[in-house]
């Protein structure tokens, strides 16, 4: 999990595309989001710049969203006597069906062509060999939902696990990417002995339980932007997929308006989680 200081109530001022702390907002708009999470409310202002932006320029806000949100959960489990339990070196959910928000795949993608050329080529080979495993374990499934307890994931996670595929970006059992990793990665963070996680099904109910989820938020907003069903990349198909739709990426929206759409969607999600009883 990432250590960075915990957002208050009276809130902290950010800037909207990096994630990190502002001094002053000028130049920009500013999206006020409140949060009422279980383990206290937490605001953030998040400082848009008035330029238009690419979706996955939201990216890293998310993931900081993301890091503060799992921060508030974990304390909240801590004080019912919990701990979190996964531990460096510990790569059991690397195995597991990772899927990335359109925005995320794109991010990733551009990641990977901007890394040093040897590194590149190695990384870009194990893409490809993961892939060929992907497409060689019969017809692949599609994902239309993001939501992580769905049915239809579910009976797609199970198939993808029997193909026992390490992530391509796992690199001597430590994520080559850990700062930058997946918001599917970041949130999901066990209570339980992480031994148990070679069966995700029989562990499912000892995660940390978020309160919102950064990966369904992006994705909601993508396609209420694209006009398009939520989709979902499988990691290891990523660059696959992402040169097959290089001319989805060219679009740019004005960053206040999608700083808005992903707080209102944000603070949706905490409320429908709280009216539902799962917090
Ligand atoms: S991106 Fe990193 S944390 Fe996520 S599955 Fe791959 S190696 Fe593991």
């Known amino acids: 999990m990432m250590v960075s200081a915990l957002a ?51 990216v890293p806000v998310c993931r900081y969203l993301s890091s503060q949100i799992m921060q508030s959960a974990v304390h909240d489990a801590g004080a019912t006597g919990e701990s979190v339990a996964c531990r460096k070196g510990c790569s059991a959910c690397c195995h597991y069906l990772v899927p990335l928000s359109v925005p995320e795949s794109l991010w990733l993608y551009e990641h990977v062509q901007a890394l040093p050329s040897a590194r590149r080529r190695t990384v870009m080979r194990a893409f ?26 579910g009976r797609v996670s199970e198939w993808y696990r029997a193909l026992d595929l390490a992530c391509p970006l796992l690199r001597e059992h430590l994520c080559s990417v850990y700062a930058t990793r997946p918001l599917a990665c970041r949130e999901h963070v066990m209570l339980t002995d992480p031994s148990g996680c070679t069966n995700p099904s029989a562990t499912a109910g000892q995660r940390v339980i978020m309160p919102a989820s950064l990966v369904n938020c992006l994705a909601e907003v993508t396609a209420e932007l694209e006009q398009r069903p939520i989709e979902s990349v499988l990691l290891p198909l990523t660059m696959h997929w992402v040169r097959a739709n290089l001319g989805r990426f060219r679009h740019t929206w ?3 308006l999608l700083v808005k759409m992903l707080a209102e969607r944000l603070t949706a999600a905490v409320r429908a989680a709280e009216a539902s009883g799962k917090l």
């Open 8 to 58: 208050t109530s009276a809130g902290v001022l950010v800037d909207a595309l990096t994630g990190r702390p502002r001094l002053r907002a000028a130049g920009c708009e500013v999206i006020h989001l409140r949060l009422a999470l279980p383990g206290g409310p937490m605001a953030f202002h998040l400082a848009a710049p008035e330029r238009p932006v690419r979706l996955s320029e939201l």
């Open 254 to 256: 004005p960053a206040p």
């Open 128 to 153: 490809t060999v993961a892939a060929a495993k992907l497409f060689s374990g019969g017809r692949l499934p599609m994902l239309s939902s993001q939501d992580s307890q769905s049915e239809e994931i």
